[in-house]
Each structure stands twice: as C-alpha cells, then as structure tokens.
C-alpha cells in the first residue's frame, strides 16, 4: 500500500480509488469537523492537516486534487504555505482554495497572486462549500486568473506605470490587445475589470477554458504557452501536437 493509500484509508470513508483527493487544512479543530461533516457524503477522499508544516508534508505524499487551506494560523501561515506548495513542482498542480474570515480586496488578491483560484468565506455555510469544490474539482483549474499590477509576494503596485488618462481607455487597450493577440474568438472566454486595491487599480484577469487551442500570435507567428506553477512555458511545434493529442484523449 503506498503513502497516499494510508493516508486516505485513514482520513476518507470513499472506497473509490479515483475519488478526488481533498486535503482540509486548519488549526481549529471545530471548522475541520465542519468540512469533514459538509464533504464526508460527497463521494471524496478526505486528509486532514492542522498546520502549514502538516499540509506541506501530507500534500507531498497523498498529491491531492484539492486544497481548503486556512489563511490564518500560527507558524506557517496560509499565503506561505500556498507559496511553497506552487513552488513545488510535485504539488504545484493542486488547487488552491483559502477558507477566511479576511473581506478585503487586497487579501484575496494576494491569495490569486500565489496561485489560490477561490476563497470561501468563514463562517462556513455547507452549500457554499460544497458548491465551490465541486465546480474547482470539475474544471480543474479551467479558469486562469492573471493579476497586473501585483508583485509576486502579493505586494500591490497598482497600473499607474501604464500611464492611461483614465480607466475607460486602459480597458480599451486590454479589449484590442487580446483581440489583437488571441482573437476575436476567444474574447467570450476571457474577462477583464479593474479592481481598486488600497487606494490604486488592480486588473483582473479571469480566463474560461477553450474548447480548443488558443496560440499567442505575434504578426505572421503563432506561440502555445501552458501554465506550469506560477509560470509559463511556450511548448515547441512537437510538443504542442502532444498536448492537443493528450488533452483530446481526456475529453
């Protein structure tokens, strides 16, 4: 039986080899009997974790789909934790939600700039968990978001270096960029807004999966990039014919 088996037989009531793995992370032993009472029917395998250190070493053994991750708590806090499961490229792949009690902006932009794809909001209410896990587990990081005016470590910078008059023309440059980039297309997959943080403008970029390939075009040249952690990486002609070919087998 390897690591992730045990892990699971001792946490999870699912018999099913192929559930979906849940890792619930969270100093408060009442929240996680509220997680585990609110998934245990779901069809899951469920882990437990107390701490950030817990989380790191059971997310490396077990690899779980999804992550439900305190942003709270002593030692490692949830932001650090997140960090380095992303810089790791044998859990970089797990998605990422924080469970807060944190509102503002600027807390949940840092989140999605560490790579976190939602936030539930504490007090816990079961549909709403049950409804955003579900969803994550079904597109599976389907949609990318991408942060402008955001320092890697979460810092905001804001979009004044961009120097546009005002918001109007700055989302008018996003519109032709994409269009101009991507194409016409795919616009419908992809959603765009500024959002004020601590005093200066943020854009939020939201993207939906294709139903098929989307190259960068760069004048009479084509690019194919994919997400890999925190970064990307652009695949050659090759490499891109697998991919497609692979993504095609899976659907």
């Not at 999870?12 to 245990?40: F, G, R």
């Not at 007090?123 to 409804?131: G, K, Q």
């Not at 294709?210 to 960068?216: A, M, N």
């Amino acid at each position: 039986m390897t690591e992730k088996r045990k892990h699971q037989t001792k946490q999870s009531k699912s018999n099913d080899p192929a559930a979906p793995v849940i890792l619930m992370v969270d100093d408060n032993e009442i929240n996680l009997q509220t997680l585990y009472q609110t998934l245990e029917d779901q069809g899951y395998s469920l882990l437990i974790a107390r701490s950030g250190e817990d989380a790191l070493r059971i997310a490396a053994k077990a690899d779980p789909d999804l992550i439900l991750l305190d942003v709270m708590m002593p030692g490692l806090d949830g932001y650090e934790t997140c960090a380095r499961l992303k810089a790791d490229e044998n859990t970089r792949n797990s998605v990422i939600i924080f469970l807060t009690a944190l509102q503002s902006s600027q807390e949940k932009v840092r989140g999605f700039s560490l790579g976190a794809v939602d936030f539930i909001t504490k007090p816990f209410d079961s549909a709403e968990i049950v409804a955003r896990v579900s969803r994550h587990l079904e597109v599976h990081l389907g949609h990318k978001i991408l942060l402008i005016g955001v320092a890697d470590a979460g810092d905001i910078l804001g979009t004044i270096a961009d120097r546009f008059d005002n918001n109007d023309k700055y989302l008018l440059h996003v519109n032709n960029r994409i269009r101009e980039y991507i194409g016409l297309e795919f616009v419908s997959f992809i959603n765009f807004q500024l959002v004020p943080v601590e005093g200066q403008k943020v854009l939020l970029v939201q993207c939906q999966p294709s139903p098929s390939p989307v190259f960068l075009k760069t004048g009479k040249d084509e690019e194919f990039y994919v997400r890999v952690g925190p970064g990307n990486r652009r695949l050659s002609t090759s490499e891109v014919l697998t991919y497609v070919m692979n993504r095609k087998a899976q659907t």
